[in-house]
């Protein structure tokens, strides 16, 4: 398992963000992203994007974390249900593998704010 470490160091998209890796390990993932001003859409709310980007890559790292940590997986869809805004402070996102097939996986991911619930996604992933 690798400790907390910056997405950046194998993504400047990450690092731009501010993501920090928690946990990688056995098909699951855990990522923190601090609410900064850049990550503002035009109603001072976190934009839909950065908080995509948080479960893509927390996807990613779960499904990764199969491999050793080696990148062997790429996003082929993926569906948000975005639940509550947020403002200002820190999101935790888990993802976990459902389904690890050869060919083909599935995942889920929980976005909270404390004990709120922001944000649950579904995707599928193409193993490489």
């Not at 499904?63 to 990148?71: A, D, K, M, Q, W």
């Not at 249900?81 to 060919?103: D, K, Q, S």
Request: aromatic fraction near 4%; glycine fraction near 12%.
């Amino acid at each position: 398992m690798r400790e907390v470490e910056a997405v950046g160091s194998s993504s400047a998209f990450g690092r731009l963000l501010g993501l920090e890796i928690l946990k990688a390990d056995q098909g699951e993932a855990v990522l923190r992203l601090v609410m900064h001003d850049g990550l503002r859409n035009l109603h001072g709310k976190l934009h839909g994007g950065a908080l995509f980007s948080l479960i893509d890559t927390a996807m990613g790292q779960a499904s990764h974390s199969l491999n050793g940590g080696e990148p062997n997986s790429v996003t082929l869809e993926c569906k948000v249900n975005y639940i509550r805004p947020v403002t200002e402070g820190e999101l935790t996102c888990r993802a976990w593998v459902v389904h690890g097939g050869r060919r083909t996986q599935v995942l889920e991911a929980e976005v909270h704010q404390g004990d709120k619930l922001i944000a649950k996604a579904q995707a599928t992933f193409a193993c490489l």
